[in-house]
């Protein structure tokens, strides 16, 4: 199986802050990259799919780039509406595995 | 509206079995390959199985397979998980989620249920 590690697991930020989160495949993936955002009781929400392609009505702060076994999500400028958590999911094999996730919260 | 709803989460006691439903409206369910994810009390988010749009392809995560069974009828648009042999680590929030495709890749899940929680207790 391809594990995904994320780096940081949480990270306090302020609002209009950049943010940046990691995460490395243990293998190529190519840009079988997906990132997901999930509030506290809620279903996750994808963001980016393709490693930096947008899903439709997400935010232009929110963008995503790599390729290969590393990559990157990035806010631009935190919102209020950001604090929460984030996962990265690869779809490169026909078995997926997600990220730890990493936290986001209020400074 | 596109929308998948869960059901037949509840509490159960170990080594038994429980089937869960996901009801699909709003798109042309047999276009789409359809999976399960799960989320256990304060952890992280795990992927448990999908199957593809005809039902022929199944694949399992290795913490389920041999334990868990995905099925779907596209008559219905309805998708199932038998989940047999049930531990206190299977204790989770289950989701059902539909497959993103793009360029002919899959790439994600674009929608998601509202979960349906699952106790293993006895």
């Known amino acids: 199986d391809i594990q995904m590690t994320q780096s940081p697991s949480s990270l306090s930020a302020s609002v209009g802050d950049r943010v940046t989160i990691t995460c490395r495949a243990s293998?190529?993936?190519?840009?079988?990259l997906n990132w997901y955002q999930q509030k506290s009781g809620k279903a996750p929400k994808l963001l980016i799919y393709?490693?930096?392609r947008l899903q439709s009505g997400v935010p232009s702060r929110f963008s995503g780039r790599g390729s290969g076994t590393d990559f990157t999500l990035t806010i631009s400028s935190l919102q209020p509406e950001d604090f929460a958590s984030y996962y990265c999911?690869?779809?490169?094999?026909?078995?997926?595995?997600f990220g730890q996730g990493t936290k986001v919260e209020i400074k | 509206q596109v929308q998948l709803v869960e059901s037949g989460g509840g509490v159960v006691q170990p080594g038994r079995s429980l089937r869960l439903s996901c009801a699909a409206s709003?798109?042309?369910?047999?276009?789409?390959?359809m999976h399960w994810a799960r989320q256990a009390p304060g952890k992280g988010l795990e992927w448990v199985a999908v199957?593809?749009?005809?039902?022929?392809?199944?694949y399992y995560a290795d913490s389920v397979k041999g334990q868990f069974t995905i099925s779907r009828d596209n008559s219905k648009n309805t998708m199932y998980l038998q989940m047999n042999s049930l531990r206190a680590e299977d204790t989770a929030v289950y989701y059902c989620?539909?497959?993103?495709?793009?360029?002919?890749?899959?790439?994600?899940?674009?929608?998601w249920g509202q979960g349906t929680t699952v106790t293993v207790s006895s």
């Open positions: 999911q690869q779809s490169f094999m026909t078995t997926w595995t």
């Open positions: 393709a490693a930096s």
């Open positions: 989620a539909r497959g993103y495709n793009w360029n002919y890749g899959s790439y994600g899940m674009d929608v």
């Open positions: 293998q190529n993936i190519n840009n079988y």
């Open positions: 199957i593809w749009y005809d039902g022929n392809n199944k």
């Open positions: 709003g798109f042309t369910f047999s276009d789409f390959a």
